[in-house]
T-cell receptor, first 115, second 114 residues
Framework: NAGVTQTPKFRILKIGQSMTLQCTQD?????MYWYRQDPGMGLKLIYY???????DKGEVPNGYNVSRSTTEDFPLRLELAAPSQTSVYFC??????????????FGPGTRLTVT | AQSVTQLDSHVSVSEGTPVLLRCNYSSSYSPSLFWYVQHPNKGLQLLLK??????LVKGINGFEAEFKKSETSFHLTKPSAHMSDAAEYFCVVGGKGGYQKVTFGTGTKLQVIP
């Protein structure tokens, strides 16, 4: 049982390049999330999904796009990378059997640098 | 609306002494509260959670937290710090929301001195 996996672990991008951060979970969770973590700022929600085919914006969606074609996968796309997108990105998932559980399972993160 | 405040950005303790990481929350509803731990260059791992059952919650690795509604607090404690406890700790509040919205605190870095 791998849980939540993310690839790549590290990436350096030049300004204006694009890339996709991959996220896969094998727990059959309906809810999936993308966060970015900046020093001293905690985690900020970028996008989330409540099930295959359904996505919505979080707190900081500008410059990012997502899709959710399957329950397992929730890729995050960066178009026209900017230095402000230098961050550590975490994917997470949670189940929905109880509305108040909210426990999220996190992947190991992708450390992205844009120069 | 909900928010969470971690009162200390850094805490330093000696090995074998008690740990106290402070967290205050604000929520319009009966909240769910969590503590997560993040070791260097790792993802977040759940330490413990409160979801309106017992107010004293026990977690992994000897940590526990007490929900105090009158003080809107959910402080994390451990009787005796171990070197392996050195990490960043996040207090998280969850409220009502169609996507299980949670709000993260800004984190407390725990340093354990040998």
């Amino acid at each position: 049982n791998a849980g939540v996996t993310q690839t790549p672990k590290f990436r350096i991008l030049k300004i204006g390049q694009s890339m996709t951060l991959q996220c896969t979970q094998d727990m059959n969770h309906n809810y999936m999330y993308w966060y970015r973590q900046d020093p001293g700022m905690g985690l900020k929600l970028i996008y989330y999904s409540v099930g295959a085919g359904i996505t919505d914006k979080g707190e900081v969606p500008n410059g990012y796009n997502v899709s959710r074609s399957t329950t397992e996968d929730f890729p995050l796309r960066l178009e026209l990378a900017a230095p402000s997108q230098t961050s550590v990105y975490f994917c997470a998932s949670s189940e929905t059997k109880t509305a108040s559980s909210y426990e999220q399972y996190f992947g190991p993160g992708t450390r992205l640098t844009v120069t | 609306a909900q928010s969470v405040t971690q009162l200390d950005s850094h805490v330093s303790v000696s090995e074998g002494t008690p740990v106290l990481l402070r967290c205050n929350y604000s929520s319009s509803y009966s909240p769910s509260l969590f503590w997560y731990v993040q070791h260097p260059n790792k993802g977040l791992q759940l330490l413990l959670k409160y979801t309106s059952a017992a107010t004293l919650v026990k977690g992994i690795n000897g940590f526990e937290a007490e929900f105090k509604k009158s003080e809107t607090s959910f402080h994390l404690t451990k009787p005796s710090a171990h070197m392996s406890d050195a990490a960043e700790y996040f207090c998280v509040v969850g409220g009502k929301g169609g996507y299980q919205k949670v709000t993260f605190g800004t984190g407390t870095k725990l340093q354990v001195i040998p």
